[in-house]
């Protein structure tokens, strides 16, 4: 936990950190939705961390601006601050996020990095600011929205999928990222819709149960309909490639949950069993949809592309 204390006040007193407004920020970290981090270390030993954690409307932190927007928190031994430890923990851990918040002290010098890495006053109070960070603009995306999906698989992607807290339905991605909200004209309309109506309704069954390190998704027993569209939007536009080029293979897959790794590990086998019991979800994709992100990074949508679109 990091608690600034003003030169010249006292300690803080370490029974302080299990009091509720601070345990909040680290109590059981990992097994929330949205939950991500990282420690440096030397010789083993941790010398630094930085950390964000979506608190939510009912245990609003410090740094509260939003509900769908985490607070971050830094920490660096005194012993090896002024060498850049911060600045570089930073710097990682914001090219992983979008928007976050935080709160710091007038007097404490960690305001002046927050500064220079994008973060502004959003509230003054007497002795704190409050500072928002809005993410690099990561605008579109093409999804495919998983219909019926049964309860008891959303209740886990609710529960650690942070998207699904920012308005994105359970889906297929199609194409990520896709145009800025500003390019989407009518010529662009109608590409998609030319595009898109040339793949046939495609029948989808989720049966498999895959992982990435960090992610636990369901797929399709045959992925190749699905995988075949986004080649072909991509190539349409070509400068918009499936998930910025950080994927050599992409693969379609409805994601339920993500998080730490020592994590996803309980939520997978939780997930297996339901789908043993419960079978695959089965639903026909006659739509490409096009949702949009906001400053705020939620997401809605209000136009749709049908597949098939010769047919009607």
């Known amino acids: ?26 109590s059981d970290f990992g097994r929330r939705a949205g939950d991500m981090g990282l420690v ?13 954690r979506l608190l939510g409307p009912d245990d609003r932190g410090f740094g509260w601006v939003d509900d769908v927007v985490p607070e971050l928190t830094l920490a660096v031994d005194p012993r090896h601050r002024g060498v850049g430890l911060g600045t570089a923990m ?13 709160s710091v002290h007038h007097d404490n010098p960690a305001r002046a990095l927050y500064q220079r890495l994008g973060f502004i006053d959003v509230a003054r109070h007497r002795e704190s600011s409050v500072m928002e960070r809005i993410g690099d603009p990561v605008t579109t995306a093409l999804i495919m929205e998983v219909p019926a999906v049964p309860d008891e698989i959303e209740r886990i992607r609710v529960e650690h999928d942070p ?7 359970p889906h297929l991605t199609v194409l990520f990222p896709f ?10 309309r109608r590409a998609l819709a030319d595009e898109i109506g040339r793949t046939e309704t495609i029948t ?10 960090e992610f636990v998704w369901l797929g399709p027993e045959d992925p190749a309909p699905i995988a075949d569209l986004t080649r072909r939007l991509s190539i349409r536009f070509p400068d918009c490639v499936p998930y910025d080029g950080r994927h050599q293979t992409v693969i379609p897959h409805l994601t339920v949950a993500h998080g730490s790794v020592a994590h996803m590990d ?24 096009l949702f949009v992100q906001d400053s705020t990074r939620r997401w809605s949508s209000n136009e749709a592309f049908r597949l098939s679109s010769d047919l009607r």
């Open 1 to 26: 936990m990091s608690l600034f204390v003003p030169a010249g006040d006292p300690a803080v007193p370490a029974e302080m950190i299990g009091q509720p407004a601070y345990a909040r920020y680290v």
């Open 40 to 52: 440096a270390e030397l010789d083993g030993e941790p010398i630094g961390g930085a950390w964000v």
């Open 90 to 102: 930073l710097r990682r851990l914001l090219s992983k996020v979008g928007t976050v918040s935080l």
């Open 163 to 169: 998207l699904a807290l920012a308005g994105i339905p």
């Open 179 to 188: 145009r800025s909200a500003e390019s989407i004209d009518d010529d662009l």
């Open 204 to 213: 989808v069954e989720l049966a498999r149960v895959g992982r990435f390190p």
């Open 266 to 289: 309980a939520v997978e086998a939780e997930l297996r069993e339901v789908m043993d019991r419960d079978g695959p979800i089965r639903f026909e994709a006659r739509y490409v949809s």
